[in-house]
Each structure stands twice: as C-alpha cells, then as structure tokens.
C-alpha cells in the first residue's frame, strides 16, 4: 500500500471536517477531548514524528529537545489548521527522503526504524479521521480493506502486543479474527503480561485450535479493535471473550 498517500488522504479528510465542526464539539471516541483539541492532536504527533526522522533521534535522550522544540497551541481553528498542514506536508516530506531501514527512536522497543513510523502514523491518521467524523456527528467513511487489514495487523503486532519491561506474558485463551469480506483470518494468544491486558499473533495456527471467535468486514474488525466501532460477531467460551475484552476494552496505549 502507498502510505504516504493514505497518510495524506486521511489527514485531509480529517481537517476538511473538523473545519466544519464547532471547536467545542465533544470527540466520542475521546471523551477528554474537544472537536479542536483532536485537531490539535494530530497536528503535535505529526510535529513530533517529522522532527524525530529530521533530527536523527536515535536514543531516548533525543526525544525531550523534540518535545521542546513544539511550537505552542495555536488559539484559532484557522491557524490549527493552517499550522495541521505545515506539520503534515513536513511528516511527508521526511518520509519520502528516508528508506524504512533506517535507524530511528520509537516508543516500541523492537521497532526501532523510520518504518515503525510510517506504518503508525498510516493508522493514527486514519483512526483519526474516523475521530473527528464522529466528532462531527457524521457516517464513517469507507475504509479501503487492505489498509483495514493492515490496521487490524497493527493493532495485533504492536498495539495489543506491547508488555510491560520485565514482564512474562501468560497465554488465557486463543481467539480467531475472520474478516468475511476478504478471508483474512488472524489467530492470537490472549492473556496477561503482570497486570497488563496483552494478545499477541499465535505462533503457529495449525495446533491450538481457537476458544473464541470474532467475525466482521475487515474495516469493522480494524474499528472495533482500535474502539472506534464497527458491528461484530462473537462467539466462543465465555472466559475467553472476558480475556479478550480486558484486551480491547482498555483502549490503545
């Protein structure tokens, strides 16, 4: 898929409603949130990421300049929107230039690559767009399948799947996806690291067979399982969807 332009789609769209929406709206999706407040959101993360792949941070230690180097909230929707294009134009540009090998921070320890990057903000902007249509009282748009899928992957390989430093997970039950427009099916091991809700991708998908299963389009699998949604179909053992639940429930780190 070409992530720059679903990248540049998505922020588009999501700029070209939130223009239309009163700043006070409140965002459903993100309840401590105003229609303004996601909008300027989206324009600090994608700040925050072009400075990380033009700076070269590397380590840790790069993030706080990053953070300082922000320019402060603009108190207008013209200029938040104004300021959502530079910044976006900005991400852009930075991950045209860079390959996806190359070396950059991230908050996730195994993917320490511009890739992570661009395969992130692929799905914020998208999730985002889907915020602020809600925001503004409006339908969901169409979500093309494979970025759904690849947004589903995402949420599995990285979101759900991050633990806790030090932490050993503990497999609860398995749980299949089925995406029925495409086929597509994901099989994970659900469970707990420590304290914390985790899934991760079964190893191998021939030998465990699933206690629980959640069937929907791949758009309304990718929705449901970033809580922006989407109509579902559960069944199984009730103690695994329980477990699954504690995983989906507690949002998106």
Not at 94 to 121: H, I, K, N, Y
């Amino acid at each position: 898929m070409n992530r720059l332009a679903i990248i540049d789609a998505e922020s588009r769209r999501f700029a070209e409603v939130l223009a239309h929406t009163p700043p006070d709206a409140r965002c459903p999706t993100c309840p401590d949130w105003t229609a303004a407040d996601l909008l300027w959101h989206l324009t600090e993360v994608h700040l925050f990421w072009a400075a990380v792949l033009f700076r070269n941070v590397t380590a840790e230690d790069g993030v706080a300049a990053v953070e300082q180097s922000k320019p402060s909230r603009p108190d207008s929707v013209a200029d938040l929107l104004a300021l959502r294009e530079g910044a976006t134009s900005v991400l852009l540009a930075e991950l045209s230039r860079l390959d996806d090998a190359e070396p950059r921070w991230s908050w996730f320890p195994s993917d320490q690559t511009v890739g992570f990057t661009r395969r992130m903000q692929t799905y914020e902007a998208l999730m985002h767009r889907v915020d602020a249509e809600l925001a503004a009282g409006l339908p969901i748009g169409a979500i093309a399948a494979d970025v759904a899928a690849g947004a589903v992957d995402h949420a599995v390989d990285v979101m759900w799947a991050w633990q806790p430093e030090g932490s050993h997970f503990e497999r609860a039950a398995v749980v299949e996806f089925v995406a029925t427009d495409t086929a597509q099916r994901w099989q994970l091991d659900v469970g707990a690291a420590g304290d914390w809700p985790s899934a991760v991708r079964s190893p191998d998908t021939q030998v465990v067979m699933a206690s629980a299963t959640v069937r929907g389009t791949a758009a309304d699998l990718a929705l449901w399982a970033w809580n922006r949604g989407g109509s579902v179909d559960t069944s199984g053992e009730p103690a695994s969807l329980q477990a699954l639940d504690a995983v989906v429930s507690r949002g998106m780190p």
